[in-house]
Nanobody
Framework: QVQVVESGGGLVQPGGSLRLSCTAS????????MTWYRQAPGKERELVAA????????NYAEAVKGRFTISKDNAKNTVYLQMNSLKPEDTAVYYC?????????????WGQGTQVTVSS
């Protein structure tokens, strides 16, 4: 049984920092590319940051470049999202997604989300 669990969300003041964690179990984590998405109230879910299975390449949304950093620890089955210089517009539910394509099959797993609120 695959489980993807996010943690680390909370309330933070503008300019502050948070680190989100996402731990996956029941899968071969080192084979999965990992992506953080977010969804604000009344808006569509959007990609925030992505990292390849071995962690050698990353990609960021323009809105978070230079402020957020994604990293992956395959030994701990965990992906992180370090968020600095947070802004009120970063307020959203943040979701972790694990994807892998192998032998013609596509594997796609989601966490339940963690709330991030940036407010004074």
């Amino acid at each position: 049984q695959v489980q993807v669990v996010e943690s680390g969300g909370g309330l933070v003041q503008p300019g502050g920092s948070l680190r989100l964690s996402c731990t996956a179990s029941g899968l071969t984590f080192s084979r999965y590319a990992m992506t953080w998405y977010r969804q604000a109230p009344g808006k569509e879910r959007e990609l925030v940051a992505a990292i390849t299975s071995a962690g050698e390449s990353t990609n960021y949304a323009e809105a978070v470049k230079g402020r957020f950093t994604i990293s992956k620890d395959n030994a701990k089955n965990t992906v992180y999202l370090q968020m600095n210089s947070l802004k009120p517009e970063d307020t959203a539910v943040y979701y972790c997604n694990a994807v892998m394509g192998y032998a013609g099959e596509f594997y796609d797993y989601w966490g339940q989300g963690t709330q991030v609120t940036v407010s004074s």
